[in-house]
C-alpha cells in the first residue's frame, strides 16, 4: 500500500457500543477512513456489495451466522478484501479457523489504538498479523485436556445442558427466556470454541470433559 493511499474500511459487530468505540479509535488513524458499519452478516454482505471496501474488522460473535463461517462467504465472494478478525477470544482454535477461512489478521478487542494501527498496515500491506506468537499459533494441538478447555460463558454452560438434555432452539429459548436466533448463535460458538462440528461432537466432548451436571 502507498503511503498517500487512503484504505475503506467495514466495521462488522453486533454491539453498537462497539463499532462507536471503534470508529473513534480508527478516526486517528491516518491511511484508513470507515466507510460503513453492519451488525450482522446479511447487513455486511449488503454493504460490501453496495460500498467499495479494501478491508474488514470483523467480530466472531454476529446473530445470524458466526464470523468465522462469514469470513470465508467474503473471500469468496470479494477475493480482494482484506479480513481481520475481531474477538473477546483468543483460543488457538478461533484464530486457526478464522486463518483457514481467508482472513489475514487476528485482534483482541481489547488491543490498542497502536497495535490496530500496526495490525491494520501488515494485512494491507499483504502480510499477516496475528495479536498472539506464531509459535503459540504453529504449535499443533494435542487434543483438549480437561483443565484447558476454552472458558465457556454462564449462558454458553447453560445451553450445552439443555442441547445435551435433547431441547431444540425453540425449547431452550423459551426456558432461557432469550430468542431461538441468540439460541443458535449460542450453539454455534460452542461449536467453533470446543473445535467439533455438530452437535453429536459437542455432546460427546461435553460428556468427556464433565461439563455437564
Known sequence: MSADTIASLLIVDDHPMV???LQQLLSGIDFVTVTATATSAIDAMAQLKAIPTDIVLLDINLPDIN???LCKKIKTTFPDIKIVGLSTFSERSYILRMIDNGASGYLIKSASVEEIEKALR???DGNLYLSLSMEHMLKPSTGLQ?????ALTRREKEVLQLIADGKTNAQI???LFISPLTVDSHRKNLLTKLD????????RLAIEQHLLD
Open 67 to 69: 464470523g468465522i463461517d
Open 122 to 124: 501488515t494485512v494491507l
Open 173 to 175: 429459548a423459551q426456558e
Open 19 to 21: 463499532i462507536a468505540g
Open 196 to 203: 467439533v462440528h455438530n452437535t453429536a461432537g459437542l455432546i
Open 146 to 150: 480437561v483443565g484447558a478447555l476454552p
